[in-house]
């Protein structure tokens, strides 16, 4: 069972940034995605950020380009999300993922339904 446990969340201003860790129990090497999604009150579960382990290859949420950032550290089986910018419509429930398939990588965030492991997240609030 691969567990993963995430940290980082918290309230901050609008234009603030928070920076999200992810540990992550199995070794980089039997994830082939790693992601972030996020929850907010009355909406549905949105793919934030993935990475792909072995290649690098990172996609986006249009409406975080440009303003967070995914990355691994693969000595710390850890996954971050740098978050700058940060925006009121940012506030949700944060969870990371890990998928052992997630596809090709076509350029877009694959489903949630490919990822069969979750965090229990940490909730990110953003004050005007």
């Known amino acids: 069972q691969v567990q993963l446990a995430e940290s980082g969340g918290g309230s901050v201003e609008a234009g603030g940034s928070l920076r999200l860790s992810c540990a992550v129990s199995r070794s980089p090497e039997h994830n082939h995605c790693l992601g972030w999604f996020r929850r907010a009150p009355g909406k549905e579960r949105e793919g934030v950020a993935v990475?792909?382990?072995?290649?690098?290859?990172?996609y986006y949420a249009d409406s975080v380009r440009g303003r967070f950032t995914i990355s691994q550290d693969n000595s710390k089986n850890t996954l971050y999300l740098q978050m700058d910018s940060l925006k009121p419509e940012d506030t949700a429930m944060y969870y990371c993922?890990?998928?052992?398939?997630?596809?090709?990588?076509?350029?877009?965030?694959?489903?949630?339904?490919?990822?069969?492991?979750w965090g229990r997240g940490t909730q990110v609030t953003v004050s005007s």
């Open positions: 990475i792909y382990t072995e290649s690098g290859a990172t």
């Open positions: 993922a890990a998928a052992n398939w997630a596809g090709p990588g076509g350029g877009e965030i694959p489903t949630p339904s490919l990822f069969a492991y």
